[in-house]
Nanobody, 124 residues
Framework: QARLVESGGGLVQAGGSLRLSCAAS????????MGWFRQAPGKEREFVAG????????YYADSVKGRFTISRDNAKKIMYLQMNSLKPEDTAVYYC?????????????????WGQGTQVTVSS
């Protein structure tokens, strides 16, 4: 079973950038579909971006399309989320998640393994 650890969160001004990382240990990272989710204060956790086990297929929530880029390095067992043109509404705890079955998608129930989350705060 994969253990996931997020890093790279922090405080940034609107219009700025951050890159989140998700390091995996255990399991077979290269066969997992991976995703990023986020939870803002008082709101439910929501899908942000997903990537296939090969990295060939990526998909995004409409709210981040064109601003965020998901990628992965299977050799290093790391997934990334490059976030540009950040907005105050992007403020949330960001979680990485793994689907060992390799399907992924936008539904949280598909993902069996989760990290503890990293806080991203965007000031106006």
């Amino acid at each position: 079973q994969a253990r996931l650890v997020e890093s790279g969160g922090g405080l940034v001004q609107a219009g700025g950038s951050l890159r989140l990382s998700c390091a995996a240990s255990g399991g077979t990272f290269s066969s997992y579909a991976m995703g990023w989710f986020r939870q803002a204060p008082g709101k439910e956790r929501e899908f942000v971006a997903g990537i296939s086990w090969t990295g060939d297929n990526t998909y995004y929530a409409d709210s981040v399309k064109g601003r965020f880029t998901i990628s992965r390095d299977n050799a290093k067992k790391i997934m990334y989320l490059q976030m540009n043109s950040l907005k105050p509404e992007d403020t949330a705890v960001y979680y990485c998640a793994a689907d060992p079955l390799g399907y992924g998608g936008t539904l949280q129930i598909r993902y069996a393994n989760w990290g503890q989350g990293t806080q991203v705060t965007v000031s106006s």
